[in-house]
């Protein structure tokens, strides 16, 4: 029989994480699938509990909450045969977005993980290596400059919760960031310019929405890097909000590139991934072709 083993964030999506778990534990089981729900306390807690999972052989290790739980979990799952599953309760799930899920129906999130047990996903993930030599996985986009500077106001709000939390970042960011130097290099050619804000992906959004990388693809073995140069708050103001879209892309102002390797540097900046603070840059970005199984469609 076939083990699972449901890691829950109980807070995700407004308290929704638990209740999410138990009717998705309610399809995995009526699949056959022997069932373990887990409420870590603490985010340290998730991250054990998925490597006990991965550990004991637990065949489908399943993250039931938002983007930073995806993250947790599958920081153990990472080039291993554990199956990755995701039911998703969080508020923004850019991650579930870009893997195709369905949101707000956990029942549906769990046929979608019983249905493709025979045909498992292989996708890509990047690895993030910090100036100590630590290493992170991310799944989706790790932000710098105006984003991850909205995250670090943001985080530091006791009050509201949520998106409005960020919507208050960002209102704040807008009177005091500018521009910044930055040292960017693709595959060893190197970008010296100064930027609002750089972006690298494996997936497409951050923040809700926000289709920062809206060209990027997680099956095929690249990164994709969003520059935005540096432009007046006027002008900033006027391509922000295209980002939900996707559309900004098309901004003089806006430069891409795609590579397997990518190495950000700028004073003082702090990089974020699924939403998760990582630390201070520089920092190395690579690719790792094929290095999840994941469960969705």
């Known amino acids: 029989m076939l083990r699972a083993s449901l890691i829950v964030n109980a807070h995700a999506g407004k308290g929704n994480g638990l209740r999410a778990a138990g009717i998705a534990a309610q399809v995995l089981g009526a699949a056959g699938i022997e069932t373990t729900i887990c409420v870590p306390a603490s985010r340290e807690g998730a991250a054990l509990a998925s490597q006990d999972a991965v550990a004991h052989g637990i065949e489908i290790v399943v993250a039931c909450g938002g983007d930073g739980t995806i993250h947790t979990v599958l920081q153990a799952l990472a080039q291993t045969k554990t199956l990755f599953g995701v039911i998703p309760t969080g508020t923004g799930d850019d991650n579930a977005r870009t893997l195709g899920l369905p949101l707000g129906d956990p029942a549906a ?14 996708i890509d993930l990047a690895r993030v290596t910090m100036p100590g030599g630590e290493q992170h996985w991310y799944l989706g986009v790790m932000s710098t400059g105006f984003d991850s500077s909205v995250n670090e ?14 919507l208050l970042g960002i209102l704040g960011e807008l009177r005091t960031f500018s521009a ?8 060893g ?42 432009v007046s708050k006027a002008v900033f103001l006027r391509v922000f909000p295209s980002v939900y879209k996707g559309t900004h892309v098309a901004n003089p102002a806006v430069q891409m590139f795609r590579g ?12 974020y991934a699924d939403g998760e603070r990582l630390g201070p840059l520089p920092v190395q970005v690579q690719v790792a072709p094929g290095a999840l199984r994941v469960l969705a469609p």
């Open 153 to 166: 106001r943001a985080n530091k709000l006791r009050w509201p919760r949520g998106a409005a939390r960020y």
């Open 180 to 187: 910044l130097p930055y040292v960017v290099t693709v595959d």
């Open 260 to 271: 397997r390797s990518v190495t950000v540097a700028a004073a003082g900046q702090v990089a």
């Open 109 to 122: 999130a769990g046929r979608v993980i019983t249905d493709q047990l025979g045909t498992p996903k292989t």
């Open 189 to 230: 050619s190197t970008y010296t310019d100064t930027a609002m804000l750089v972006s690298v992906g494996n997936g497409i959004s951050y923040g809700g929405g926000m289709r920062v990388c809206p060209n990027a693809v997680i099956d095929d073995g690249e990164l994709d890097i969003t520059w935005l140069h540096e």
